[in-house]
């Protein structure tokens, strides 16, 4: 029997891995789907691919023929629909390497980068809660693959407060500040990215410059799975105080003698992803480990073949102060006591 070498990119909120997977039918075509679907992204992009097996030729030597690694551009027609009223709209070939997304090296052929994109003009717009599906039509008479997604309501972050008049957040030291939101049962798990605006100023109070850093506060965060409200559930992490000051300290010097440094307002942006994810690492925790299966049953929700259509949202709260209680802290910790920050 042989194996033959699939590679699936959960690019979201899991990390790329490789997984072998026994194949006793020789040249049967095995459909390879991955996407992610945002009601804020502005194109929509699906991975689209196949696999089999050469009796002669090594799987390896194989994947290094991109003709081998797509279903030719007259085989199959692409839709995405929307589920409560069946309305679609095609997805057409385009090669990702012309679109910005060239193929990372590795194990398979990287030009032409073959994606299925939705058209721009299509005037599609994504609605957050609603059911998307996937279907992809074989022009040989085999039966569509279809998958399908419900995308994550919009996230509400409860703290901080983003409604208040001036929205405000603080890091004190070891202490941790909270950040909570919630979510409907499709948003799983989540990023929490702050993007950081730092002025500097000279000292009669001129401005020398805006720097604005992004820092990816916490990843993989799952929310709490029992339900806080009408079909709502919580998410919360808690954040050091001293993981901030260690970022800003790997990314500010000392300032010059006649500056000094002022934290100007911050946004913070929530990146939720879809059950599907969830559902994949139940299916690899449950199989594995010394009493786990002997094969590994590899999560897909695809009808046919192997991957993941699965789906985010993202909201951002804007125009947040860093409270002046941090900068006192920072003042007296040895981590950022050097980097000029006054309130």
């Known amino acids: 029997m042989k194996k033959l070498l699939l590679l699936l990119p959960f690019g979201l909120f899991v990390a790329a891995c490789s997984n072998d997977f026994e194949v006793t039918a020789p040249w049967k075509e095995i459909p390879i789907v991955y996407g992610i679907l945002s009601p804020t992204d502005s194109a929509h992009y699906i991975r689209i691919e196949k696999a089999f097996i050469d009796p002669v030729k090594s799987a390896l030597d194989v994947a290094q023929i991109a003709d081998s690694l797509y279903f030719p551009e007259d085989a ?55 059911k998307y599906k996937l279907v992809i039509e074989r022009k040989d008479g085999k039966a569509d693959i279809t998958a399908e997604t419900t995308l994550p309501n919009n996230f509400l972050i409860l703290k901080p407060n983003i409604t208040d008049i001036v929205p405000r957040i603080a890091f004190a ?56 409200g009408t079909d709502l559930y919580e998410g919360t992490v808690g954040i050091s105080g001293n993981s901030f000051y260690n970022f800003l300290a790997q990314h500010l010097n000392k300032p010059a003698a006649n500056r000094y440094r002022e934290f100007s307002t911050c946004d913070i942006i929530l990146d939720g992803g879809g059950k599907e994810i969830k559902e994949y690492l139940v299916t690899a925790d449950a199989n594995g480990g010394i009493t786990g299966a002997e094969t590994f049953p590899n999560y897909s929700n695809i009808s046919e073949g192997y991957g993941i259509f699965t789906s985010k949202n993202r909201t951002i709260g804007q125009g947040i102060r860093v409270d002046g209680i941090t900068v006192d802290s920072m003042n007296l910790s040895s981590i950022a006591d050097t980097l000029g920050f006054v309130k």
């Open 76 to 130: 199959i027609t692409v839709w995405l629909e929307r589920a409560d009223n069946q309305s679609r709209i095609p997805l057409h070939r385009v090669n990702g390497a012309l679109e910005g997304y060239p193929r990372n090296p590795g194990v398979f052929a990287t030009e032409p980068n073959w994606l299925y994109k939705t058209d721009p003009g299509s005037g599609l717009s994504l609605l957050p809660g609603k």
């Open 173 to 228: 030291s070891s202490v941790l500040t909270p950040i909570k939101w919630r979510t409907d049962g499709n948003g799983v798990f989540f990023n929490v990215t702050f993007i950081i605006r730092v002025n500097e100023r000279n000292l009669n109070g001129s401005l020398v410059n805006t720097r604005q850093f992004v820092w990816e506060a916490a990843k993989n965060i799952e929310r709490i799975p029992v339900t806080v």
